[in-house]
């Protein structure tokens, strides 16, 4: 699955923690690495690329473990989610399901359902600021799957996209698994949580071949579990956004949590002296304006942080921040503030990391 509404990462790997960036990935070795009782490995998927890193087991079980064995059982499984959720696949449950005009229940699979449920909860927690029905009007703003063709839409093009979205006009039920628009041109777009939810499921598989320290990285979507070898945490560096001579925000020890950013300063473009970034309102139909350059979200699974990041990229830091405090979310925010980026954390980010207000 390409994701269309969300900006590209890059993940580092050196001084002994994983740096999250926001640029075009530039990690092309697909051999595994072996580094104090840590094996990696990459591979493709989604339109980025993804990087999982797996701690010794026991001294007692073989190590290293059959990378080639655990890399295909990871393909197979991001495999089975793109052809679940993809609007790059024509033939993907998803692409199905927007192609149909029928106001009728559209079969779809457990995890499919189970995608669609979260998505439409965190809508709804959100107030409409997360919409995974928003990919007509990404779209209409050249955001969409191989477009790009940066131009400002007109006001009879943006109001005719926002006449088909809306969270509220999708239903999805679990058994049997099911989805059903009231509208026939709804357009379903998970490209902001499938992201997340395949970290995910890419950790579940391999906690169950039995691996107790991973990290599991998908486009600057991550998700650990344990520690590594030597008992320490896992490392992530957030990087500082635009204009910084500094090459990272924040170096966070991540033990058993998940971990999402969500920015704008890669995927825009500029007309006739005005910045649009890809991140969209779904109220307005139109790209944010407002001082917001970076979040990122920690939460227990990756699908919510991932869901959550865009929310918050669309509300901005003030109401984002508000957002937080209120459902004791633990985020970072970086914002424009003159030529500078300024930073902002969450009370319950301050108190996982120990950061002084």
Same mark, same amino acid.
Not at 231 to 236: A, Q, T, V, Y
């Given at each position: 699955?390409?994701? *269309?509404?969300?900006?590209?990462?890059?993940?580092?790997?050196?001084?002994?923690?994983?740096?999250?960036?926001?640029?075009?990935?530039?990690?092309? %070795?697909?051999?595994? *690495?072996?580094?104090? !009782?840590?094996?990696?490995?990459?591979?493709?998927?989604?339109?980025?690329?993804?990087?999982? %890193?797996?701690?010794?087991?026991? +001294? *007692?079980?073989?190590?290293?473990?059959?990378?080639?064995?655990?890399?295909?059982?990871?393909?197979?499984?991001?495999?089975?989610?793109?052809?679940?959720?993809s609007t790059y696949d024509p033939e993907s449950e998803i692409s199905r399901f927007n192609q149909s005009?029928?106001?009728?229940?559209? +079969?779809?699979?457990?995890e499919t359902a189970f995608v669609v449920a979260f998505a439409l909860e965190i809508g709804a927690r959100t107030e409409g600021a997360f919409d995974p029905t928003i990919g007509p009007v990404v779209n209409v703003w050249g955001f969409g799957p191989g477009q790009q063709k940066e131009v400002v839409p007109n006001e009879q093009a943006i109001l005719k996209a926002l006449a088909r979205i809306g969270y509220q006009k999708l239903e999805v039920r679990k058994d049997p698994p099911a989805l059903r628009k009231s509208n026939p041109g709804i357009y379903l777009d998970l490209s902001a949580i499938a992201k997340g939810y395949?970290?995910?499921?890419?950790?579940?598989?391999?906690?169950?071949? !039995?691996?107790?320290?991973?990290?599991?990285?998908?486009?600057?979507?991550?998700?650990?579990?344990?520690?590594? +070898?030597?008992? *320490?945490?896992?490392?992530?560096?957030?990087?500082?956004?635009?204009? %910084?001579?500094? +090459?990272?925000?924040?170096?966070?020890?991540?033990?058993?949590?998940?971990?999402?950013?969500?920015?704008?300063?890669?995927?825009?473009?500029?007309?006739? !002296?005005?910045?649009?970034?890809? %991140?969209?309102?779904?109220?307005?139909?139109?790209?944010?304006?407002?001082?917001?350059a970076v979040v990122s979200v920690q939460a227990d699974t990756c699908m919510e942080a991932d869901a959550l990041a865009t929310a918050l990229l669309v509300m901005g830091t003030d109401r984002g921040y508000d957002w937080c405090i209120q459902h004791a979310v633990a985020g970072l925010f970086q914002y424009r503030h003159r030529l500078a980026i300024d930073t902002r954390s969450t009370p319950r980010f301050r108190q996982l990391y120990g950061i002084a207000e």
């Open positions: 699955m390409t994701t *269309s509404a969300g900006n590209t990462i890059r993940c580092y790997v050196g001084l002994g923690f994983l740096l999250l960036v926001g640029l075009p990935w530039m990690m092309v %070795s697909c051999e595994p *690495s072996y580094e104090s !009782g840590v094996v990696s490995f990459t591979g493709q998927t989604m339109g980025t690329r993804y990087k999982v %890193s797996l701690a010794a087991k026991a +001294p *007692s079980s073989q190590w290293p473990p059959d990378t080639n064995h655990v890399r295909r059982l990871v393909n197979q499984k991001l495999d089975e989610i793109n052809r679940q959720m005009e029928s106001n009728e229940w559209f +079969p779809v699979s457990d395949a970290v995910d499921q890419v950790t579940e598989l391999l906690k169950a071949q !039995g691996f107790g320290g991973t990290l599991v990285e998908i486009g600057g979507e991550v998700r650990t579990t344990g520690s590594k +070898p030597d008992l *320490s945490p896992w490392r992530i560096a957030i990087e500082k956004s635009e204009h %910084s001579p500094q +090459p990272f925000q924040q170096v966070l020890e991540l033990s058993d949590a998940a971990l999402a950013t969500s920015g704008d300063y890669y995927n825009f473009f500029v007309k006739d !002296g005005i910045r649009y970034s890809h %991140s969209i309102d779904p109220q307005t139909g139109r790209p944010v304006h407002h001082a917001l």
